[in-house]
DNA sequence: CAAAAGAGTAACCGATTTGTAACTTGTTGT
DNA sequence: ACAACAAGTTACAAATCGGTTACTCTTTTG
């Protein structure tokens, strides 16, 4: 058994042979019914992996997608069904999509996408080294030095983007939009800098000389330790 | 197959007839060592039920109980390991579990006991009907009547506490237990009125006739309308 | 090396959550 | 029906969280 997928369509999200083909190369296909409980169905399924085709005429598939991103922490590829274009692609990768299919594909391309992101977010991922921090996702807390620290919504949004960019620097625009999502803008550029303080003073032995939190000059930040998403 | 078990144990989750017991029964088992981590580790797994060995010499035994508790919405079946009596189940049933195997017993009781919440609690829980609102632990809201209504932390626990009963009458003091733990008495007991009336604004229709929290006099309260949990 | 810009830090303020106190409403038993 | 008590409700106070402002420290660049 490869991994659990999970594929969330306006109908019928197991028609057509996409599923089919993700069955034969290894995956356990879930159908979820796009709809405000989709992401707690999701959820419910513990997916390794997510497929989300986005209807264009659907008035809610943005409000379920961010429910989406923030219940699931697992990559989600945006399926865009009949639209979208450059910019469609920059608005969802902005709501934290790992992937967006604008150009027409095939099913092979497809797999292979699929196949990527999951090797990248699970590979490492379940290799479960005892010292590596482990955030928790329900309690909002992070377990790191034996010990369990709890977080406050906004530092548990900046740590969870941190640790799904796996190591790569992260700029500062994408960490406000990962914080404060829509209304980024509306909040001081300082603010960010002051969360990240915060963070570091949680979890850094010292946070003068952070080792898992680190900044990266006129740019934003990363993780030069690993820490494992949930 | 018929669901997935987590086994929390000090060590060796996996030693002796037991596991292979229920992998018999039909089970997918996965063995988890006690420890901070062991939350996190259990809910990745996504459990169906969990058995909780718990070991006499511990020290952290209950605090890792406790957060397991809030990690994972599924029936707890604790087995303590030399020790325990009456008062020791009466504990950690306090604590929120769903079962204490206290007195000596067969194997197959505690397949028995297994298989017994595991339907319990899964019956009617898989059956999706869509108007059975369903609670996200994720974001701590609820999705009723086709709208999402966030919660606050305490409404959380109450209403996870009345869905762990499965529409039975739970009393004051284990309500009070379940959302403010260990402190529970040092807290007003007009405080958990005051909560339920905030919950019933944000879920009941009419909270003066209430479809959802109803109130057993002089006893507590119980859900009279199922709502799933996740 | 000095100025400019980015990042870190401290102080403070406002919004939300959550608790207590006081009062009203409803239920039970005599 | 009415006294006693449980539950519901309102008002307000404390605690927490999250943000802006202002200032300092560090890095880059002319």
Known sequence: MKGRLVIVADRDPLRGDVPELLRQAGYEIKGVLLGPQAPVAAYRFMPELVLYYWPSDSADAEEVFVHLRNTVDVPILVLPIDHGGKD?????????????????????????????????????????A???????????????REQRVKLTENEYRLLR?????????????????????????????????????????????????????????????YLARKVRGA
């Open 88 to 128: 469609f692609a920059v608005r969802v990768l902005r709501l934290g999509a790992d992937d967006c299919l604008c150009e027409p594909y095939r099913n092979r391309e497809l797999l292979a996408r699929v196949k990527a992101h999951w090797r990248r977010y699970w590979q490492w991922s379940k290799a479960d």
């Open 130 to 144: 005892q010292e590596i921090p482990v955030i928790d996702p329900v309690s909002r807390s992070i377990i790191i």
């Open 161 to 221: 983007c941190l640790i799904r960019h796996d190591g790569g620097v992260v700029n500062r625009q994408e960490l406000r939009n990962a914080i404060w999502g829509a209304g980024a803008e509306r909040v001081s550029s300082t603010s960010l800098n002051l969360c990240v303080h915060r963070l570091r003073k949680k979890i850094e032995r010292d946070p003068h000389r952070p080792e898992y939190i680190v900044t990266k000059w006129g740019v934003g930040y």
